[in-house]
């Protein structure tokens, strides 16, 4: 039985994890999870309180960067300054039983907050497929689940605590001019210490998954997102199938999850697979993926366990010209005998009322380019990249993409607002390293 967590968590190699380290020495390198990126900063910092990190910045001068889990694969955390590690930083601030809001400090993993929160009785309504991420570090890339009506998790942030590079602490409260700026903000505002979601009561999810061709769940997806609370597809490439996972509220209480055969036979063979017969192999076997049910709380069954190492690349495009990118993207790949083994990702995200969301503005669905972290990743990259430019794709502000101020400005209304905030609050540029500049300066400044 293949199913979606081992095709997911064990897809076929892993390399070892890069730990970081609040203690490390200055020069020490840090890498990001995927290993692709590194940096040589001149120091770290990890505050265990806000009073901590003010005193630090009033101290000190020069670049700045925060860094959480190091699960960007674009370069928001590299520099040659210093880094501001939040770990410590971490933990529930506080709850409200009524309203069903909690603050969280912004230090804090997604998977560590599942069980606290749980036991307050309270859930985050959407999560994204990893849950290792800070949550500073997933607002600030408008981080994502799946589900129609659902929205990112930069969507559901009622506050903030924002800590700029001056020392500064600023109370940014739902009314708060900052607060649709700051909840999707790169990390260039200053550091997030803290922020607060508002949340729903506790939930299970009864998780189906099962593989069906591609062509038929597009036809039919406006009806599989009203039956499925959260829904998502996973093309397989070079064939005609896709694993789907859908979600739905389940009043019943959670089911063990069975032990799941590794399928590794599968995965390999595909792997050892000639690609231009890769997909006559996966058609023939694809009715022979036994559909899997189970039922979890919702953080647990919404989030999974990657072993594997990868790189990424995803663009959001309108709802209605998701099928048409899709397919394309599909065709390009198999038209060029591109060996690549890790399904895409697709999913639907809701709007919100943040300046620079990917989905700021309307509903979207995302697609998710995939590379194992051992492979070359650029070329696959850079074939696909120009179809998401075609339907006006807004690229993952954490995931790898190639486009600048000029192109950003295109696809933002708000982002020349944004950049004079940033201006604002970082008036000497301390939190900008050389991927933010491009991100939010004209080529001439």
């Known amino acids: 039985m293949i199913t979606r967590r081992r095709l997911l968590a064990s897809s076929l190699l892993t390399i070892p994890g890069m730990a970081l380290s609040s203690e490390a020495a200055s020069g020490f ?13 001149a120091g770290r910092f990890a505050p265990g309180s806000e009073d901590e990190l003010v005193n630090w910045l009033c101290k000190t001068s020069g670049q700045v960067r925060p860094v959480g889990a190091g699960h960007s694969f674009s370069p928001l955390v590299p520099t040659n300054g210093h880094l501001v590690i939040t770990d410590r930083l971490s933990g529930i601030v506080s709850h409200d039983p009524d309203t069903l809001q909690a603050e969280i400090y912004a230090g804090t993993r997604l998977g560590n907050a599942g069980a ?29 689940g799946t589900g129609r009506g659902l929205k990112s998790l930069s969507g559901y942030v009622t506050g903030m605590r924002l800590v700029t590079p001056g020392g500064d602490v600023l109370d940014l409260d739902k009314n708060h001019e900052y607060l649709p700026a700051a ?12 922020a607060r979601f508002q949340n729903r009561e506790i939930f299970n999810l009864r998780t189906r998954t099962w593989t069906e061709k591609t ?12 039956d499925w609370q959260h829904f998502e597809m996973m093309p397989l490439l070079h064939s005609d199938y896709s694993l789907v996972i859908a979600h739905q509220e389940a009043d019943e ?6 032990e799941e055969d590794d399928g590794g036979e599968f995965l390999q063979l595909i792997e050892s697979t000639p690609v231009l017969l890769r997909g006559a192999l ?22 999974n366990l990657r072993f594997d190492r990868f790189n990424e690349m995803e663009y959001s495009v309108p709802v209605e010209s998701g099928p048409e990118c899709l397919a394309e993207i599909l065709q390009l790949i198999k038209d060029n005998n591109v060996d690549v083994v890790m399904p895409l990702e697709y999913r639907i995200i ?46 993952h502000w954490g995931k790898v993409h190639s486009l600048g101020y000029s192109e950003l400005r295109q696809l933002y209304p708000r982002l020349d607002d944004f ?4 201006r604002e609050l970082d008036p000497q540029g301390r939190m900008l390293n050389s991927h933010l500049r491009k991100l939010l300066r004209p080529m001439s400044s």
């Open 116 to 144: 606290p929160l749980w036991q307050l009785g309270q859930a985050m309504p959407n999560l994204p497929d990893i849950d290792r991420q800070t949550i500073a570090g997933a607002l600030a890339t408008s981080t994502h």
């Open 282 to 303: 996966i058609n023939s076997l694809a009715g022979d993926i036994e559909p899997t049910e189970t039922i979890q709380p919702s953080w647990q069954a919404l989030t």
């Open 253 to 258: 209480d959670p089911m063990p999850v069975e």
């Open 350 to 395: 809701d709007a919100d009322d943040t300046w620079l969301s990917m989905f700021s503005g309307g509903p979207r669905v995302s697609i998710s380019v995939h590379r194992l972290a051992h492979e070359n990743f650029e070329s696959l990259f850079n074939l696909v990249e120009p179809v998401f430019w075609k339907y006006e794709g807004r690229p």
């Open 183 to 194: 909840a999707v903000s790169l990390g260039a505002f200053g550091f997030v210490t803290r």
């Open 29 to 41: 390198p840090w890498r990001n999870w995927s290993g692709h990126l590194v940096a040589n900063p």
């Open 215 to 226: 062509a038929s769940i597009l036809d039919r997806f406006d009806d599989l997102c009203d």
């Open 419 to 422: 950049v004079e905030l940033q």
